[in-house]
């Protein structure tokens, strides 16, 4: 038997990425039956659930520019889905404060962040150019997700506690970065490939640090309290500095 052709290698690592993306979109599911069953936000923040609306609606527009990209647009299709869902069951159940700062969110970035670099990309650009251009903003937007995960990586160095690092999750967003690189790599698209290097990196990173910290003893309740609260206090002000933003 020959060995495989670039094109069927691509269909393969287009397929891989496809079915373990659509897993990682489903990951938060306990969080959102959690939000459902009790009727409450519980506190949880919106931001990871609009920027990943944000980057899906954006890979979308990127794959609809570059034409034939099927896989980029079957699953950033299903992840666009996805994540309304999740975002229409927060804004159900969140408080008042927290349903218009997520509004603000989606409008901010869905409505203000990609109608602004549709309209760039349709005026100022034309051809190859246009779909370079959207890359590349895909690429960064990218980069900076993939460079999320360093605070709760911090936050597991200092509590000596994988508590909110769960080993499954940096695995399969390891082999999501794994077969999205690869399937870059065999299309030529290094805007795809790229980005994937760095969530392979910080995806392998973070199961060694799960490695050394899975069995050692906590700082103590009384520290990692604190370590959670000024945790909080960080997205707090996160969400403080978006919402001066927009």
Not at 3 to 8: F, Q, V
Not at 99 to 105: G, S
Not at 112 to 136: N, Y
């Amino acid at each position: 038997m020959g060995s495989l052709s670039a094109k069927e290698l691509e269909f393969i690592f287009g397929l891989l990425g496809n079915i373990i993306s659509f897993l990682v979109f489903l990951s938060p599911l306990p969080t959102f039956y959690t939000i459902w069953k009790q009727k409450s936000s519980k506190g949880f923040q919106s931001i990871p659930y609009s920027v990943a609306f944000f980057s899906a609606s954006l890979l979308l527009y990127y794959a609809f520019l570059k034409t034939n990209a099927y896989m980029i647009v079957s699953i950033n299709g299903i992840g666009c889905v996805i994540e309304a869902i999740y975002l229409l069951i927060y804004l159900m159940y969140a408080p008042k404060k927290s349903k218009i700062f997520t509004m603000r969110l989606i409008v901010f970035f869905n409505i203000g962040g990609l109608g602004l670099m549709t309209a760039v990309s349709q005026l100022g650009f034309k051809g190859p150019k246009r779909v370079s251009f959207v890359g590349w903003v895909c690429a960064i937007v990218n980069i900076a997700v993939f460079a999320a995960p360093l605070s709760i990586m911090r936050q597991v160095i200092r509590t000596k506690s994988v508590e909110f690092m769960p080993f499954t999750l940096s695995f399969f967003l390891t082999l999501c970065a794994i077969t999205w690189f690869f399937y870059g790599f065999f299309v030529r698209d290094y805007y795809i490939a790229m980005p994937n290097v760095l969530g392979f990196l910080f995806g392998i990173a973070q199961m060694i640090l799960y490695m050394i910290y899975k069995n050692a003893k906590k700082v103590g309740e009384t520290n990692l309290d604190r370590e959670l609260k000024q945790n909080r206090d960080v997205e707090n002000n996160t969400s403080n500095i978006i919402e001066e933003a927009i």
